[in-house]
């Protein structure tokens, strides 16, 4: 879809999906995962968000293959349920992380959503070592209840198809 499309594509009644807005709300979601303000992260997403992670390059379904990650709301309610605990193992002691998104594009959009793709790198340091992750993100955003929300979450990781220990803490 050419800029000046993208930029005529409206939501609620007139106000158009800017590339900026859906950028800045990419930069608020990785802020609100660094800091581990988990609650405030899901509570960006619709009643019936996913979040999926492919384990395959290119992988076109989550159905016809096992994904690294593949939560609907429930699951990501339980997701960060866990990360909140004090007792989770597996973030004992908790993770440290810097995200940074990148190359922000608004691919697609129309009056009820945007699909909006970006670059990003996270970098997670836990017991003395460092991991380096990064790919590209589609958002599906949409507006629910007034507010910029997320429909969809699918995290294109890089290295999807190596061995990854333990993932955690949402990219």
């Avoid at 930029?7 to 800045?24: F, I, N, Y």
């Avoid at 440290?96 to 670059?119: F, G, H, M, W």
């Avoid at 990003?120 to 993100?137: A, D, K, P, V, Y």
Wanted: glycine fraction near 4%.
């Amino acid at each position: 879809m050419s800029a000046s499309a993208a930029s005529s594509t409206t939501v609620d009644g007139g106000a158009p999906w800017r590339r900026a807005d859906c950028e800045d709300f990419l930069v608020h979601e990785a802020r609100l995962l660094d800091e581990a303000q988990f609650d405030a992260w899901l509570a960006l997403f619709t009643p019936d968000a996913q979040y999926w992670v492919p384990s395959e390059p290119n992988q076109q379904t989550p159905h016809h293959t096992v994904s690294l990650i593949y939560d609907d709301r429930r699951l990501l309610e339980t997701r960060v349920r866990r990360l909140a605990s004090p007792r989770i193992y597996s973030q004992e002691p908790r993770s440290r992380t810097s995200r940074i998104v990148a190359n922000v594009t608004l691919e697609e959009s129309s009056p009820d959503y945007a699909i909006v793709r970006s670059k990003f790198m996270m970098i997670e340091f836990r017991r003395n070592e460092q991991r380096l992750f990064g790919g590209t993100c589609f958002h599906r955003l949409v507006r629910y209840d007034g507010a910029l929300c997320i429909r969809l979450k699918r995290v294109d990781l890089v290295n999807c198809d190596a061995p990854l220990d333990g993932l955690v803490v949402p990219f």
